[in-house]
């Protein structure tokens, strides 16, 4: 089964699978387990590239440790930040509401950094958007803390569900904010030799 693809996608993510799919490539997931708490002062994009990286790193050794074929393993990690404070998953529905109560009416920053690492070699790259939320109704904030799809979303939101309501301007990449920036992504495989829908392999 896993002699036949093209890498191993260190993301157990169904967003970020998605848009790999939309690329043609053809992947296993074979999720990743690291530790993501921030380090001290630490900016969101120099956070979201050292856990992409350590993300890629981890499951290269898991795929080793399993003596499964080698492959390059793509892997990606996405935040929110409000200046220089990091949003990640909320951990309860009062945590997710404060959240979105701070994004509420402020211009934010999504942080998307993907990361390829083959055998000795690791490449990587961070996609930045701005996204610009409207003042968000109380009733409209209810609704959606009741739709249950802040909760397993960095900054309590998802851009392709019912939080694109909120979204009165964004200036970067959909997909990045989404979780794998298609641009970033495509040149990294590129990069890698690796086939998808704009440049397949040579036969």
């Given at each position: 089964m896993t002699a036949a693809v093209d890498l191993y996608l260190a993301s157990a993510s169904?967003?970020?699978?998605?848009?790999?799919?939309r690329l043609g490539v053809v992947y296993h997931v074979i999720p990743s387990h690291i530790d993501e708490t921030?380090?001290?002062?630490?900016?969101?994009?120099?956070?979201v590239e050292r856990l992409a990286r350590a993300k890629a790193l981890a499951t290269q050794q898991l795929c080793q440790q399993q003596g499964l074929p080698s492959k390059p393993v793509l892997a990606a990690d996405t935040t929110v930040a409000l200046g220089s404070t990091i949003f990640g998953k909320p951990d309860t529905p009062a945590h997710a509401r404060a959240m979105l109560q701070q994004l509420s009416g402020q211009?934010?920053?999504?942080?998307?950094a993907v990361a390829i690492a083959d055998q000795d070699k690791i490449v990587s790259v961070v996609s930045q958007s701005d996204v610009s939320f409207f003042t968000i109704p109380d009733t409209w904030l209810a609704h959606y803390l009741a739709?249950?799809?802040p909760f397993d979303k960095a900054g309590a939101y998802g851009i392709q569900g019912l939080a694109e309501t909120f979204v009165r301007k964004i200036d970067g990449s959909f997909s990045g904010i989404m979780g794998l920036p298609l641009h970033e992504t495509a040149l990294l495989?590129?990069?890698f030799?690796?086939?998808?829908?704009l440049q397949p392999k040579e036969s």
């Open positions: 169904p967003r970020r699978a998605e848009l790999l799919t921030e380090m001290d002062g630490e900016a969101p994009l120099h956070y211009q934010h920053q999504v942080f998307t739709s249950g799809e495989l590129q990069r030799a690796i086939p998808f829908v």
